[in-house]
């Protein structure tokens, strides 16, 4: 496809459910990111990605959030045992290199509500 | 202390005047800025960056750093109904990781 593409685009779940939030990135693109946004306020960087390679988990907020990216395309971020304080819009980004000038394109989100 | 910011708004300016956008952060070796626009249930899409101190200009936007005060504006010339958006600051704090760091955004409404 032309842009990211993330799914679902909500999703809503049970207090201590499991959730799975998958994103295809731009093809070719090297370098991906999960960010968190709450209503009102900036994304928050969680977790980055060059091809495979995990190479920043310091945003996830605790053990219960996973992500992976296995063959360097398609990324899934895992959260267990949902909470209420994990409902947000989950922005996935996508860019074409591996350096900081390289700018980020945003999917449209999956917007979690914890209920 | 929040890293990056900005003045949640909303600025409210009319049709065809200049709108000015300002952010400010807190690391004084941050290297790349960029600025970005959000409509309202949307993703936020990449208006401009820059990267070296003074102005960038870029059809109705100009981008300007001054990294000794540590700032970042956006100007919007000729401000249109269309630009009505949230409008985020994102600051890479740290050369040697990839993560932005963003502010909690400026509202602006363009009045018709």
């Known amino acids: 496809g032309a842009g990211v593409s993330q799914s679902p685009r909500y999703k809503v779940a049970k207090r201590g459910q499991d959730v799975a939030l998958r994103c295809d990135p731009i093809s070719g693109h090297v370098s991906l990111f999960w960010y968190q946004q709450a209503l009102g306020q900036g994304p928050e960087f969680l977790t980055y990605f060059q091809n495979e390679a995990q190479l920043d988990k310091s945003g996830l907020p605790s053990d219960r959030f996973f992500a992976e990216r296995p063959e360097g395309s398609v990324s899934t971020l895992k959260i267990q045992r949902t909470q209420q304080e994990d409902s947000a819009v989950y922005l996935c980004?996508?860019?074409?290199?591996?350096?900081?000038?390289?700018?980020?394109?945003f999917g449209n989100g999956t917007r979690l509500t914890v209920t | 202390q929040k890293e990056v910011e900005q003045n949640s708004g909303p600025l409210s300016v009319p049709e065809g005047a200049i709108a000015s956008l300002n952010c400010t952060y807190s690391d004084r070796g941050s290297q790349s800025f960029f600025w970005y626009r959000q409509y309202s249930g949307k993703s936020p899409e990449l208006i401009m960056f820059i990267y070296s101190n003074g102005d960038k200009e870029d059809g109705r936007f100009t981008a300007q750093l001054n990294k000794a005060s540590q700032y970042v504006s956006l100007l919007i010339r000729d401000s249109q109904p269309s630009d009505s958006a949230t409008y985020l600051c994102?600051?890479?704090?740290?050369?040697?990781?990839?993560?932005?760091?963003f502010g909690s955004g400026t509202r602006l409404q363009v009045q018709p």
């Open positions: 980004a996508s860019s074409f290199a591996s350096t900081n000038d390289s700018p980020l394109h």
């Open positions: 994102a600051v890479n704090m740290d050369t040697g990781r990839r993560a932005l760091t």
